[in-house]
């Protein structure tokens, strides 16, 4: 036996992580869960990037349902995020799905777990021992896709 599948929602910047939220064995993500996930997201924000304080926060997501459901969209509107557009069926325009999320399996693959405690307490080692250029590094790949997305006329940007 090992670990289950453990679900965990990113929330970084080009300067690294900001706030992970690791789901509960038997909850799922709804609109409510999504909502207060985001008011989590957005204390942790306020302490670990005073900077951001008076600025406009340019927030990216995906349109995954849960992300775009009124409850979600009203919650994002209450934070004050300006929300960045994202087309749909467009994993290669998700910064998580194309850069961190593969990274992190490929680092995880062939290892076993003897819990989910265990797969967590190692993910959150993966993320520290990153180097922050690491970070940046996936912002500017979104920079070039989403360029890359234009000159095609809203076609799939491939790797």
């Keep these: 036996m090992s670990a289950n599948k453990v679900i965990a929602t990113v929330f970084w910047d080009a300067r690294g992580i900001i706030h992970i939220d690791y789901l509960q064995k038997g909850r799922t993500i ?3 869960y999504y909502a207060n996930l985001l008011d989590r997201f957005n204390d942790n924000l306020k302490k670990n990037r005073p900077h951001f304080a008076k600025k406009k926060i340019l927030f990216h997501q995906d349109n995954a349902r849960v992300h775009t459901c009124a409850v979600a969209m009203a919650k994002i509107y209450e934070l004050g995020y300006e929300l ?25 693959g062939g290892k076993r777990f003897d819990s989910n405690d265990e797969v967590i307490s190692q993910t959150k080692a993966y993320f520290e021992d990153l180097d922050k250029s690491y970070f940046l590094e996936g912002m500017k790949k ?3 896709r989403w360029t890359k997305c234009i000159e095609l006329k809203g076609d799939y940007v491939e790797k």
């Design 30 to 32: 709804n609109g409510e």
């Design 84 to 108: 960045l557009p994202h087309p749909p069926y467009s994993p290669d325009l998700a910064p998580s799905d194309y850069f961190l999320f593969p990274n992190l399996k490929k680092w995880l």
């Design 142 to 144: 979104l920079d070039k």
